[in-house]
């Protein structure tokens, strides 16, 4: 089993419609959790932590169910400009390193 | 506030070549990290620098590979020699605190083709 998992993707939305992604991951002792955003040839960029009870961010809403070891990331009112791929990341107890999936692209289309 | 400088931006050398690259982490973060990135995938830790000294290098191809940060400022990454499945983006990121939990910053990239 992959360390961390995420929907292959890519996801093609219209304006305006809500999309959710999914990322399980395999070490039930990891203790924290991110989202990055990723554009088309550039850098990561930190989109928002992911807590326990859960986090809100504008459109951005991000859920952590540690039983089941799963994090999702939900974007309400998609913009074109959330066109990108979606990083799901976690750290391994024990380990001051994080792991990154391979991601998830979003393409939204007017 | 200056970013994470990197270069070069890109590269193409033959297979077997040597390839250098640079990066400048943001000013009085004392940890540096270098990833790599095939394309399709996310980016796969090769180091860890906490100031000067290696935190991690569990996942560094040690008899090709070689990383080091002098003073604790810059880093080097270097390949000896290079081979075709080397062709990836090689990302410096920094960060300010244990970057397990907090953010990490990241530079542009140096984008190596082997051929």
């Known amino acids: 089993r992959k360390e961390v998992e995420q929907d292959p993707g890519p996801f093609n939305v219209p304006e305006g419609a809500t999309v959710a992604f999914n990322c399980t991951y395999s070490?039930?002792?990891?203790?924290?959790f991110f989202w990055y955003r990723q554009d088309c040839r550039k850098e990561p960029k930190l989109l928002m932590s992911?807590?326990?009870s859960g986090n809100e961010d504008g459109r951005f809403t991000a859920q952590l169910n540690r039983a089941s070891q799963y994090i999702s990331l939900l974007i309400r009112d998609s913009k074109l400009s959330d066109s990108a791929t979606y990083l799901c990341?976690?750290?391994?107890?024990?380990?001051?390193?994080?792991?990154f999936g391979k991601g998830t692209m979003l393409l939204v289309s007017p | 506030e200056a970013g994470v400088a990197q270069s070069p931006r890109y590269k193409i050398i033959e297979k077997r070549q040597s390839v250098a690259f640079w990066c400048n982490p943001i000013?009085?973060?004392?940890?540096l990290y270098w990833y790599q990135q095939i394309l399709g995938q996310g980016p796969k830790l090769l180091i860890q620098?906490?100031?000067?000294?290696?935190?991690?290098d569990s996942q560094l191809p040690k008899d090709r590979f070689s990383a080091e940060r002098l003073k604790g400022v810059d880093s080097t990454l270097k390949i000896q020699p290079a081979k075709l499945e080397d062709s990836a983006v090689y990302l410096c990121?920094?960060?300010?605190?244990?970057?397990?939990?907090?953010?990490?910053?990241f530079g542009p990239g140096t984008r190596l083709t082997v051929l």
């Open positions: 070490n039930s002792a990891s203790q924290s």
């Open positions: 620098f906490q100031n000067n000294g290696v935190v991690d």
């Open positions: 990341v976690v750290n391994h107890s024990g380990y001051s390193t994080l792991t």
């Open positions: 990121a920094s960060s300010s605190l244990d970057g397990a939990y907090n953010e990490q910053f």
């Open positions: 992911v807590y326990s």
């Open positions: 000013s009085g973060h004392a940890t």
